[in-house]
Every structure is written in structure tokens, then in C-alpha cells.
């Protein structure tokens, strides 16, 4: 961290993962930064468990966070967080980052899989979330996010989600919403007055040959195979509970990679 | 060229088949979200800030050269609905028999040998525009409209609606639709000089998961 300015805080968190020969996955990199702290918790197999836990509240307005991780070539890594990230406003009117940046070799392996994203009222959060495969490489993300606590008008909130599979663009979605988003986004077209929207996305080489056949899950949730090697599971709810468990059942047929 | 190609590319009875979709207006009425002039305004207004800027982006960018397949790549990374995505081919591949016949180029021939079973409608509303002498912010004018006049007339259809308020609702978007070209082909610019990341990538999630829906119905009056 360099350290809190007068426009908010900077955080860098930093993690790789590698093969350690023997079976399992080496953390060789772990770097934590200010707010962003993360910790390994028990493997689960081969796979590396690494829990980002918030060391203080944030995103604030001002503040900029990113947080990079890398998986290499036969590595599997599990990134998940011990609670939900909370957008809050800040001292200064503008508007807070968090900028997500997710590299996956060959044959390696990622699951992104934090707590909801919830943009408190008055917040103003910018967040990008940019994973970058390789044509061999499988990833699980998921991403939810709450507009409003309990009962209250959401923060503005901007998210977009870019996944490249072997250079490829295979998903490419930015949704805006709260105070000062386009007009509409409460609307028919977008959210409806839905609270909660998250999008899962598996990318497994094997899609491109055995592609998954798309599945409506209702008027408000669907199972769409991408143009690529990926299927994404799209879904607005009422609250986070409600879409959680819409996107748990969803990918339940995925589970056991 | 002519400017009044534009009159002639954004005229609802240019025979390029739009008539047959609703732009997503068929399965938000029948899941009670779409009810009334104003609740269709509100819709259209949600369209034309997300799938109408990014149709707009890559038609402009279209018009500024930007490389057909390449757009037409990031068309299919920023339209997940594989129904939404085979609607959009559908569409480009009639509109591209029209335009050939209105404004035949070797540009047009080229993209129908490349995508034979069609390319993004939008990315061929952008060829079509620059082979008819059309200006980026003209494309984007055009397909920025349809985004939102598309689910409109299908309204009017489904609901019985008055035509007379669903074309209030869509006078009153005319000053969003301003801006929304603006946005398109300053995107577009960035497009050229950047490379197609730089498109906006503006969704709805119930436009992409309502197409889904709509498409498993065993009957529905329009084809997306």
C-alpha cells in the first residue's frame, strides 16, 4: 500500500500460484496490500485455498484497489473471501476502483469465487474484472452484486466482466446502475427492480468440443453457452439469497472439476 | 452522397425483416414488465442505453473501417443470448441481400462471402451506411433508432397499445437517442485507433435471460 492519500486509499494485492511438482499448488506470491489481506486456509487436494479477508472497510469513494493473480501452468488455486465487499462513500466525491485481473496457464486451474459485491447507498464504485485464459486453462468465476443494503437506495455502480480465452473475447458485459447509471437500468430492459444480478462463468477446453446446450431457468435466470469454449449462467433476483441459490443450482451439474 | 440514404437504410418497410422481432418487448409483456406507454418508454429507455449504444458502436465503427469480422467477434462476446446472437445473424444476413441490391460494393460482396450465414446486424447496418456514402454518426443514429422503434411497433401489437402513445414514448427518447450516437461514435473513433475493446460493452442482464425464455416458448408472434 502506498499509503492513504488525500484522495483515498491504493492497494495492490498480488498472488501466483504454481505447480510444486509434487501434486499439489505452491503460493510462491502472496501479497497482501492495506484493506486487501489474504490468507492461505487448508488445501483442498491439489488445489490451493487462498481467503481474502477485509482488513478494513472499503471500497471507499477515491480509494483504488486491484488485486492480480496468476495461475501457472498445472497450478490449482481457489480464491474466495470471508465476507461481502461493501462500496461505501467516501471523504472525496470521486468515484473508488477495483480493478480484478486474473491470468490462467495450460492446464491450470481458477476459481474465483468471493462474496457479494454490495453498493451502499451514496457509494460510487468502478470495478473491473479481467480474466485471461489460455486455450488449455479451466476457470469457475462467479460475481453477484447487491444494489443497497437492506432496504436502502443502492450506490452508483459500474461492473464490467471480460473474459479472453486463447486471445479470443469470449464475454464481454458491463452493467451500470444506481444514481446517475443511464436511464433505464431499474427498468424492464435491465434490472426491473431486481436487487441482486450475478453472472457465473465456467470456461473448460472440453466445451469447445461438447458444447453445453443453453437452459432458460425461468424469466430470470438462464444457462447460455458463449461463443468459446465457456457457458455463463445470467441472473437477477430479489435479494442475494435468492440469486445465490439460483446460481448454486445452476452450476450444480459443473461441480467436481 | 446522398444523405437521404439514411431516410432510405432507417425506414421501417426497408425490406431487411425487423418487422419479425421485438427486440425483446414479447417476453417482458408476457412477464408483466412491460404494461402500459410508460412502463414500453422505460424499456426502451433501458434498450437504448445498453444493446442500442453497443449496436450503435459497432455500426459507426463499421463505417470508419474497422474490420467486419473483428467487430463482429466482439458483437458475439457482448450478446451472451445464443438466441439474441442467432437473431442478430439472421437480421445482418437480410439486411445485407437489401443493402446489396440498394447499394451494391465490393465491401458488401466481401462480408457476404466471409459470413455466409450472416454477420451481426449491426456491423452490416455499418457497411451498408458506408457503402451508401453514410457517415459514422448516421449508422449510429440508425441503429441506435432501431434498438428502441423495434420494440415499439411490437408493442402496439401485443398489447393493443395506442399507437399514437408508444410514438410519444419514443419522441420523448429523442433527446437520449442524441446522446446515445454521441457516446456510439466517440467509442467508435476509439475503436479504430484502438482496437475493438475499446466498444462499450453495455448489457441487460433480462434482455439476454428474457431471449433465452422467449426462444423455448413452443409459440410466440415474433422471432425474438
Given at each position: 500500500?502506498?499509503?492513504?492519500?488525500?484522495?483515498?486509499?491504493?492497494?495492490?494485492?498480488?498472488?501466483v500460484?504454481?505447480?510444486?511438482?509434487?501434486?499439489?499448488t505452491?503460493?510462491?506470491?502472496?501479497?497482501?496490500?492495506?484493506?486487501?489481506?489474504?490468507?492461505r486456509?487448508r488445501?483442498d487436494?491439489?488445489?490451493?485455498?487462498v481467503?481474502l479477508?477485509g482488513?478494513?472497510?472499503?471500497p471507499?469513494g477515491?480509494?483504488?484497489?486491484?488485486?492480480?493473480?496468476?495461475?501457472a501452468?498445472?497450478?490449482?488455486?481457489?480464491?474466495?473471501?470471508?465476507?461481502a465487499?461493501l462500496?461505501?462513500?467516501?471523504?472525496?466525491k470521486d468515484?473508488?476502483?477495483?480493478?480484478?485481473?486474473?491470468?490462467?496457464?495450460?492446464g491450470?486451474?481458477l476459481?474465483?469465487?468471493?462474496?457479494?459485491?454490495i453498493?451502499?447507498?451514496?457509494?460510487?464504485?468502478k470495478?473491473?474484472?479481467?480474466?485471461?485464459?489460455?486455450?488449455?486453462?479451466?476457470?469457475?468465476?462467479?460475481?453477484e452484486?447487491?444494489?443497497?443494503?437492506?432496504?436502502?437506495?443502492?450506490?452508483?455502480?459500474t461492473?464490467?466482466?471480460?473474459?479472453?480465452?486463447a486471445?479470443?473475447t469470449?464475454l464481454?458485459q458491463?452493467?451500470?446502475?444506481?444514481?446517475?447509471?443511464?436511464?433505464?437500468?431499474d427498468?424492464?430492459?435491465?434490472?426491473?427492480?431486481h436487487r441482486?444480478?450475478?453472472?457465473?462463468?465456467?470456461?473448460?477446453?472440453e466445451?469447445?468440443?461438447?458444447?453445453?446446450?443453453?437452459?432458460?431457468?425461468g424469466e430470470?435466470?438462464?444457462?447460455i453457452?458463449?461463443?468459446?469454449?465457456a457457458?455463463?449462467?445470467?441472473?437477477?433476483?430479489?435479494?442475494?439469497?435468492?440469486?445465490?441459490?439460483?446460481?448454486?443450482?445452476?452450476?450444480?451439474?459443473f461441480?467436481?472439476t | 452522397?446522398?444523405?437521404?440514404?439514411l431516410l432510405?437504410?432507417a425506414?421501417?418497410?426497408?425490406p431487411?425483416?425487423?418487422?419479425a422481432?421485438s427486440?425483446g418487448a414479447?417476453?417482458a409483456?408476457?412477464?408483466g414488465?412491460?404494461?402500459?406507454?410508460?412502463?414500453l418508454?422505460?424499456?426502451?429507455?433501458?434498450?437504448?442505453h445498453?444493446?442500442?449504444?453497443v449496436?450503435?458502436a459497432?455500426?459507426?465503427?463499421?463505417?470508419?473501417?474497422?474490420?467486419?469480422?473483428?467487430l463482429?467477434?466482439?458483437a458475439d462476446a457482448?450478446?451472451?443470448s445464443?438466441?439474441l446472437?442467432?437473431?442478430?445473424r439472421r437480421?445482418?444476413?437480410q439486411?445485407l441481400?437489401a443493402?446489396?441490391?440498394?447499394?451494391?460494393?465490393?465491401?458488401?460482396?466481401?462480408?457476404?462471402?466471409?459470413?455466409p450465414?450472416?454477420a451481426?446486424q449491426?456491423?452490416v447496418?455499418?457497411l451498408?451506411?458506408?457503402?451508401?456514402?453514410?457517415?459514422p454518426?448516421?449508422?449510429?443514429?440508425c441503429a441506435a433508432?432501431?434498438?428502441v422503434?423495434?420494440?415499439?411497433?411490437?408493442?402496439v401489437?401485443?398489447?393493443s397499445?395506442?399507437p399514437f402513445?408508444?410514438t410519444?414514448a419514443?419522441?420523448?427518447?429523442?433527446?437520449?437517442l442524441?446522446?446515445?450516437?454521441d457516446?456510439a461514435?466517440?467509442a467508435?473513433?476509439?475503436?479504430a485507433?484502438?482496437?475493438t475493446?475499446?466498444?462499450?460493452a453495455a448489457?441487460?442482464?433480462?434482455?439476454?435471460v428474457?431471449?433465452?425464455w422467449h426462444?423455448?416458448?413452443?409459440v410466440r408472434?415474433?422471432?425474438?
Amino acid at each position: 500500500m502506498d499509503g492513504v492519500t488525500a484522495t483515498g486509499v491504493r492497494a495492490d494485492a498480488r498472488i501466483v500460484a504454481r505447480a510444486d511438482g509434487r501434486g499439489g499448488t505452491a503460493l510462491p506470491v502472496l501479497d497482501s496490500d492495506g484493506p486487501l489481506a489474504l490468507r492461505r486456509t487448508r488445501a483442498d487436494g491439489a488445489r490451493a485455498k487462498v481467503m481474502l479477508v477485509g482488513a478494513m472497510s472499503g471500497p471507499l469513494g477515491g480509494d483504488r484497489f486491484s488485486l492480480t493473480a496468476s495461475v501457472a501452468e498445472g497450478a490449482r488455486l481457489h480464491i474466495g473471501s470471508a465476507a461481502a465487499t461493501l462500496a461505501l462513500p467516501g471523504q472525496t466525491k470521486d468515484e473508488a476502483r477495483y480493478d480484478v485481473r486474473l491470468d490462467v496457464a495450460d492446464g491450470a486451474e481458477l476459481h474465483w469465487l468471493p462474496e457479494q459485491l454490495i453498493s451502499a447507498r451514496g457509494s460510487d464504485l468502478k470495478v473491473t474484472t479481467r480474466a485471461e485464459l489460455a486455450a488449455g486453462a479451466r476457470l469457475v468465476l462467479r460475481e453477484e452484486q447487491v444494489l443497497g443494503r437492506a432496504g436502502e437506495e443502492p450506490g452508483r455502480l459500474t461492473s464490467r466482466l471480460t473474459v479472453r480465452v486463447a486471445g479470443r473475447t469470449v464475454l464481454d458485459q458491463e452493467l451500470a446502475s444506481g444514481p446517475g447509471a443511464p436511464g433505464g437500468w431499474d427498468g424492464p430492459a435491465v434490472l426491473a427492480g431486481h436487487r441482486a444480478v450475478g453472472q457465473l462463468v465456467v470456461v473448460r477446453p472440453e466445451f469447445a468440443e461438447h458444447p453445453v446446450e443453453a437452459r432458460p431457468l425461468g424469466e430470470c435466470a438462464a444457462l447460455i453457452p458463449l461463443a468459446g469454449p465457456a457457458v455463463l449462467v445470467s441472473a437477477v433476483a430479489p435479494d442475494a439469497l435468492r440469486l445465490r441459490r439460483l446460481l448454486d443450482e445452476a452450476i450444480a451439474p459443473f461441480n467436481g472439476t | 452522397m446522398a444523405r437521404a440514404a439514411l431516410l432510405v437504410l432507417a425506414d421501417g418497410r426497408f425490406p431487411a425483416g425487423g418487422h419479425a422481432h421485438s427486440g425483446g418487448a414479447e417476453a417482458a409483456v408476457k412477464a408483466g414488465r412491460i404494461t402500459s406507454a410508460a412502463s414500453l418508454e422505460d424499456f426502451c429507455r433501458g434498450r437504448l442505453h445498453t444493446a442500442g449504444l453497443v449496436a450503435g458502436a459497432l455500426a459507426a465503427a463499421a463505417v470508419l473501417g474497422v474490420d467486419p469480422a473483428e467487430l463482429d467477434a466482439a458483437a458475439d462476446a457482448r450478446t451472451p443470448s445464443p438466441a439474441l446472437r442467432a437473431a442478430a445473424r439472421r437480421l445482418g444476413r437480410q439486411l445485407l441481400r437489401a443493402a446489396r441490391a440498394g447499394w451494391p460494393s465490393p465491401e458488401l460482396d466481401a462480408l457476404a462471402r466471409e459470413f455466409p450465414k450472416g454477420a451481426h446486424q449491426p456491423v452490416v447496418l455499418g457497411l451498408a451506411a458506408r457503402a451508401a456514402g453514410l457517415g459514422p454518426d448516421d449508422a449510429a443514429y440508425c441503429a441506435a433508432y432501431e434498438s428502441v422503434s423495434g420494440p415499439a411497433t411490437a408493442t402496439v401489437r401485443l398489447l393493443s397499445l395506442d399507437p399514437f402513445d408508444a410514438t410519444g414514448a419514443l419522441a420523448r427518447l429523442a433527446p437520449e437517442l442524441d446522446r446515445v450516437a454521441d457516446r456510439a461514435v466517440e467509442a467508435a473513433r476509439r475503436a479504430a485507433a484502438e482496437g475493438t475493446d475499446a466498444l462499450p460493452a453495455a448489457s441487460g442482464p433480462l434482455l439476454e435471460v428474457g431471449a433465452q425464455w422467449h426462444a423455448a416458448w413452443p409459440v410466440r408472434l415474433f422471432a425474438s
